[in-house]
């Protein structure tokens, strides 16, 4: 096994993802990537269709400019939003004993730009919920059972709290 594809949105399941992915990385003497998608839709602030017939001159120009700035920062904000989930990946993977990995960052959705970094991969690690992970907390969340239903790979799906493995099974 060569290469882990950690797979992270910064929630509270990506700190043990993490210990799990060095625990891996350490016993199969195998490189990581750390892969943060963000989510397209948190980019788009509102829709802008037509307000011609409800605005009065110029407002519609304005409104549009304003939210074109609004989009802006939510845009900037995303982009540190990322720079920190990796940031906190890498401390966390050199807590674990690793000093070599990798990073990726990608904007759009997860499910649709997996498949080309799971080429590279030997094994996903994925947490078992994401982002909204205090809703609806008993299902898997809805990235993770896609991306194992249609990865070629051997996934790791890791639940919150980390615990040594001692035993494995694959099914």
């Given at each position: 096994m ?8 910064g ?11 060095a ?10 990537t ?8 948190s ?39 990322a ?6 990946a ?19 959705f ?21 982002e ?40």
């Amino acid at each position: 096994m060569k290469t882990i594809l950690l797979c992270t949105d910064g929630s509270s399941f990506a700190e043990n993802l993490y210990r799990y992915g060095a625990w891996f990385a350490i016993q199969l003497n195998a490189q990581i990537t750390v892969l943060s998608v963000t989510d397209i839709r948190s980019q788009k602030v509102a829709s802008t269709g037509n307000l011609s017939g409800t605005l009065g001159l110029g407002a519609s120009e304005q409104l549009l400019n304003e939210l074109v700035n609004l989009e802006h920062e939510k845009s900037n904000l995303n982009n540190q939003r990322a720079r920190l989930i990796l940031q906190n990946a890498a401390e966390a993977l050199k807590t674990e004993g690793l000093e070599k990995f990798d990073f990726t960052h990608k904007t759009g959705f997860l499910v649709d730009c997996f498949h080309e970094f799971e080429e590279n991969a030997d094994l996903i690690v994925l947490g078992k919920r994401g982002e909204a992970a205090d809703f609806a907390s008993g299902h898997l969340g809805a990235n993770v059972d896609q991306i194992v239903r249609s990865s070629h790979k051997p996934c790791l799906v890791t639940s919150r709290d980390f615990k040594p493995i001692e035993r494995l099974l694959v099914a």
